[in-house]
């Protein structure tokens, strides 16, 4: 990401949840900034919630520097609620040609390989073709809302020709919308399964009509397996919260996997060996109803080998859960659970239908 900002030649998009402080922080300052100095058009859009940790310096540095720079949903006292509703979004476009996205923030945990517990496990896809285009009207979308100006002109739209023989598209999901799109292409990946099934993710809290759906697909035959973060995790609750609801897709035949290294943060999909989804799509309720996110889809035997085998890695780094294991496990945690799911219920009851903040 860093080298294709540095080798821009015409415009820069970048829309972000995380941007915290920190080495790469700094660095991403310096490039972004430098670029704008030079006379590119730069833009970056972070997220009020997830970049709350981001030092000034950095802001002085790129708004000195000629970056156009804004908060997506900054809070406001006469819009209480609205702030619940986040960009989840990580997107890059370089030059319009270039699209960059996933789960990777802009943090020094992504700076390793999942080595140690300091180091997430992370998943991001480069590409270009005619796809960059959905990226640059996902970061179009929410720069709009944000400043309400739009992005114009071939420096950020230029015409695109198909450069490889990957079919792919992109999902703009948003709680503005009637709908969750990348909701219903999960829904739609687990109905369509006929053989195996593979999800990675860093919080997994599906929701009655998923795991209907995950269960239906084991009795159909499909290898239905689930990598999720361990004992390494970024919030205690909702870790407990989703080993809460392991018990009845365990008992179903769904295996879950947890990954014992690092804190696993990927959100990848793979289905049959031909069809895969990449982006900042968790499979809990925040992603699907509250957060605007993005997804990369590719109907590809190449691209789904590839997930395959990154998912194989993954497994060999993490531990299988048992349905009897889960049975037997602490009260302490069966509580701590028992007292996320109480808490989620209650919101989603009166209408609010988030939980807590991730």
């Not at 720079?69 to 270039?98: C, E, S």
């Not at 009637?178 to 687990?190: K, N, P, R």
């Not at 696993?264 to 049959?272: I, P, Q, R, S």
């Amino acid at each position: 990401m860093l080298k294709a900002i540095r080798e821009a030649e015409k415009s820069i998009t970048f829309v972000t949840y995380v941007y915290w402080k920190g080495k790469i922080a700094d660095e991403f300052a310096e490039a972004l900034a430098r670029r704008a100095r030079d006379g590119l058009p730069v833009y970056l859009l972070l997220d009020s919630q997830g970049a709350k940790t981001m030092e000034e310096k950095n802001v002085t540095k790129m708004k000195e520097a000629g970056v156009h720079f804004a908060w997506f949903r900054p809070m406001k006292w006469y819009k209480p609620f609205q702030y619940n509703y986040r960009t989840h979004r990580k997107v890059l476009v370089i030059d319009g040609r270039i699209g960059f996205t996933g789960g990777i923030g802009i943090g020094d945990e992504w700076l390793g390989h999942a080595q140690d517990k300091d180091h997430w496990r992370d998943t991001c896809v480069v590409v270009e073709g005619p796809v960059v285009h959905y990226l640059q009207a996902a970061f179009a979308e929410n720069w709009l809302e944000a400043t309400r100006t739009m992005i114009v002109g071939d420096p950020l739209f230029p015409p695109l020709q198909e450069i490889g023989p990957v079919k792919a598209q992109g999902i703009r999901s948003s709680p503005m919308e009637s709908s969750s799109e990348v909701y219903m292409l999960y829904l739609l990946t687990i109905a369509s399964a006929e053989q195996t099934l593979y999800i990675t993710t860093a919080y997994f809290l599906p929701d009655g009509l998923l795991q209907d759906r995950l269960i239906e697909a084991v009795e159909r035959g499909v290898d239905v397996r689930v990598i999720v973060p361990g004992r390494y995790n970024d919030n205690y609750l909702l870790y407990q919260l989703s080993r809460n609801g392991y018990g009845r897709l365990l008992k179903a035949g769904v295996k879950i996997y947890e990954y014992q290294p690092t804190f696993m943060h990927a959100k990848t999909l793979v289905a049959d060996g031909i069809w895969g989804s990449i982006g900042s799509t968790n499979f809990d309720n925040r992603s699907f109803s509250l957060n605007d996110e993005f997804n990369l889809n590719f109907h590809s035997r190449e691209v789904a080998q590839r997930l395959e085998e990154i998912f194989a890695e993954d497994l060999e780094r993490s531990r299988p859960i048992s349905y009897e294991e889960w049975r037997k496990r602490p009260y302490r945690e069966r509580f701590v659970g028992w007292l996320g799911d109480w808490i989620k219920t209650c919101c989603e009851e009166k209408g609010t239908k988030a939980y807590f903040k991730i």
